[in-house]
């Protein structure tokens, strides 16, 4: 039998504590290994055996197609006009040829006296192949205003058909029926009736508006 009286008790007491040290150590080496993520990685920075860095090169990326340039089709039609507009030279001065027009006393273009003077003689038609160039009225109509009835309007056929045909009013803007659309400035303004093209490509408003009210001359 051991002699426990003969034993060193506190050299004994170390050499426990340090096996002891040891074995819990192993143990915890041993958790760590086995952990899920590696508790390694986590104790001392290194990646997980799925995140470590491989030494193969990375995959080559498909390469870009290169897109092909747009190619611009250009019609015979076009050249044709472009060649056209070279041949003609520069453009009209048109702000010295509007000085040369006749005004009205609001300083505007009198259109109907620059046609009456041949100041301006346009075409009656845009395209050379049309022959056409349809019927067309001199008669006036008188238009009662029940707002303002000293001033009358007129409405000159002759003035409007020396731009225009009949087709281009009747009958989708105005109805050949007497009677057939109350015409307002407020409608006019919204661009209905007159307003389609007054206030837009001829006369303007509100210094226009002679043009069609003609003040009644008293008896």
Known sequence: MVDLMALNVPRFRQHLGRMLALALVLVLVLAACSASPPM???????????????????PRQPRRTVPKPQVLIISAEYVAMVEGLLKTGAPPNWPDIFKKLPKDDDDNIDWSAALASKAISPSGIINASDTDEGKTSED???????????????????????????????NAIFKREAGAA?????????????????????????SGCKGCHKPIKKS
């Open 40 to 58: 390694m990685a986590m104790l001392f920075d290194m990646p997980p055996p799925s995140e470590q860095v491989s030494n193969e090169p990375p």
């Open 182 to 206: 109350t015409i307002t400035m407020e409608a006019i303004d919204e661009g209905k009736y007159c307003g389609v093209c007054h206030d837009k490509v001829a006369l303007a408003q509100p």
């Open 140 to 170: 006036d109509i008188e238009l009662s205003t029940s707002g303002k009835p000293a001033r009358m309007v007129i409405f000159s056929h002759k003035v409007h058909t020396q731009w225009l045909t009949c087709t281009n009013c009747h």
